[in-house]
């Protein structure tokens, strides 16, 4: 049985870090594309970065870039999203994904497996 768990989240102040896990368990992530989604309340989920199979690639939303940096342990089987410079928008239920036959982050929908999410507030 596949499971991807992620933790890290919590309550945070603004300009703070996190560091969000995606540990999986039944799957090998080593080649695998792994994203991680967010939905805040009352918006639409969105894609917030993702790691191609072959790690050579990432992808981040416009918002996050040059704050959030994806990266995946392969010894450890998980892959982790390093967060910085956290503003109150940022607020949400974080999700990874992975997938085993899909290759590249462009125009990446999840089709395989889904973590159960993890709570990231930064509020003062």
């Known amino acids: 049985q596949v499971q991807l768990v992620e933790s890290g989240g919590g309550l945070v102040q603004p300009g703070g870090s996190l560091r969000l896990s995606c540990a999986a368990s039944?799957?090998?992530?080593?080649?695998?594309?792994i994203g991680w989604f967010r939905q805040a309340p009352g918006k639409e989920r969105e894609g917030v970065s993702c790691i191609d199979s072959s790690g050579d690639s990432r992808y981040y939303l416009d918002s996050v870039k040059g704050r959030f940096t994806i990266s995946r342990d392969n010894a450890k089987n998980t892959v982790y999203l390093q967060m910085n410079s956290l503003t109150p928008e940022d607020t949400a239920v974080y999700y990874c994904?992975?997938?085993?036959?899909?290759?590249?982050?462009?125009?990446?929908?999840?089709?395989?497996?889904w973590g159960q999410g993890t709570q990231v507030t930064v509020s003062s």
């Open positions: 039944g799957l090998s992530l080593e080649h695998d594309l």
């Open positions: 994904t992975a997938d085993v036959h899909i290759r590249y982050c462009t125009g990446y929908v999840p089709q395989d497996y």
